[in-house]
Nanobody, 126 residues
Framework: VQLQASGGGLVQTGDSLSLSCAPS????????MGWFRQAPGKEREFVAV????????YYADSVKGRFTISRDNAKNTLYLRMNSLKPEDTAVYYC????????????????????WGQGTLVTVSS
């Protein structure tokens, strides 16, 4: 499965930006799909994920209240709406997919996901 992520760009502090991720194959009802990010010189970190079986979304504390993950089932596309962006949100954002349900305790673990997009760069200037 290939994941095509898009939507990154250069914005200013406080601006909003939306990312999208489209898998090359139809995702199943049991899939888990989400976003991670990696800032320069830092480890890849969890941002947000959705378990398709329940529709529940989970967020990192650092983005809770500012970012919203959503899914358009008809378009087979996952989105990440990012509001009130901060310079510390600057990173390459990756979408990730596992074709089965990831257990709650493992949602933050990048190793739990089978497929990764190529990454899209988000730069937030101060």
């Amino acid at each position: 499965v290939q994941l095509q992520a898009s939507g990154g760009g250069l914005v200013q502090t406080g601006d909003s930006l939306s990312l999208s991720c489209a898998p090359s194959e139809r995702t199943s009802r049991t899939s888990t799909m989400g976003w991670f990010r990696q800032a320069p010189g830092k480890e890849r970190e969890f941002v947000a994920v959705m378990r398709f079986s329940s529709g529940n979304a989970y967020y990192a504390d650092s983005v809770k209240g500012r970012f919203t993950i959503s899914r358009d089932n008809a378009k087979n596309t996952l989105y990440l709406r990012m509001n009130s962006l901060k310079p510390e949100d600057t990173a390459v954002y990756y979408c990730a997919l596992r074709r089965s349900q990831v257990i709650l305790s493992n949602l933050h673990n990048a190793d739990a996901y089978e497929y990764w997009g190529q990454g899209t760069l988000v730069t937030v200037s101060s």
